[in-house]
T-cell receptor, first 116, second 109 residues
Framework: GAVVSQHPSRVICKSGTSVKIECRSLDFQATTMFWYRQFPKQSLMLMATSNEGSKATYEQGVEKDKFLINHASLTLSTLTVTSAHPEDSSFYIC????????????FGPGTRLLVL | GQNIDQPTEMTATEGAIVQINCTYQTSGFNGLFWYQQHAGEAPTFLSYNVLDGLEEKGRFSSFLSRSKGYSYLLLKELQMKDSASYLCAPMDSNYQLIWGAGTKLIIKP
């Protein structure tokens, strides 16, 4: 139980294009989904928290117009990196919580983004 | 401020036991999580402690002392596949996880 999928697992794009990453909870309803970014050998950095049907809460320093988050259903959240630049290249990981299992976050496998 | 202190790296031998310590300071406390993260992969959930004491789950055990702001993860009968980073993540009063860089555990034959 508590499986989270993420798609795509890897994406390479040209500078200036937009990239959409999907995060799905497969066997539970995720009342809350989280989006993280992780640079090599660094800790996870929370970008935003989203609850189904409401606007995402962004962490300080994260541009909400650049990183668009949509949490349209209890099983799907999307992160769109708009007008991507090489400095956006990173490992993006989503996690989901049902709010019932002691707030445990279950992570998707991550998406490695490379912007050329 | 909020912070986590874990050793950056540890080395242990296959079949042995290793204890990874974590001290933390948070604004409020709603439990502490341990996650395992293999290189290039996302974290996977290992354990959750909210009360003082030891929680055992197979080869892995996690201990918590809230008064000391201290936790440890104990790994027994180490296997090569246990080579990974181990992340101690306390949850603050806003139910937000606080992440450090974790402890990289290297298992040698």
């Amino acid at each position: 139980g508590a499986v989270v999928s993420q798609h795509p697992s890897r994406v390479i794009c040209k500078s200036g294009t937009s990239v959409k990453i999907e995060c799905r909870s497969l066997d539970f309803q995720a009342t809350t989904m989280f989006w993280y970014r992780q640079f090599p050998k660094q800790s996870l950095m929370l970008m935003a928290t989203s609850n189904e049907g409401s606007k995402a809460t962004y962490e300080q320093g994260v541009e909400k117009d650049k990183f668009l988050i949509n949490h349209a259903s209890l099983t799907l959240s999307t992160l769109t990196v708009t007008s991507a630049h090489p400095e956006d290249s990173s490992f993006y990981i989503c996690s989901a919580s049902s709010g019932e299992i002691r707030e445990t976050q279950y992570f998707g496998p991550g998406t490695r983004l490379l912007v050329l | 401020g909020q912070n986590i202190d874990q050793p950056t790296e540890m080395t242990a031998t296959e079949g042995a036991i290793v204890q990874i310590n974590c001290t933390y300071q948070t604004s409020g406390f709603n439990g502490l999580f341990w996650y395992q993260q293999h290189a290039g992969e996302a974290p996977t959930f290992l354990s959750y402690n909210v009360l003082d004491g030891l929680e055992e789950k197979g080869r892995f055990s996690s201990f918590l002392s809230r008064s000391k702001g201290y936790s440890y993860l104990l790994l027994k009968e180490l296997q090569m596949k246990d080579s990974a980073s181990y992340l101690c993540a306390p949850m603050d009063s806003n139910y937000q996880l606080i992440w450090g860089a974790g402890t990289k555990l290297i298992i040698k034959p």
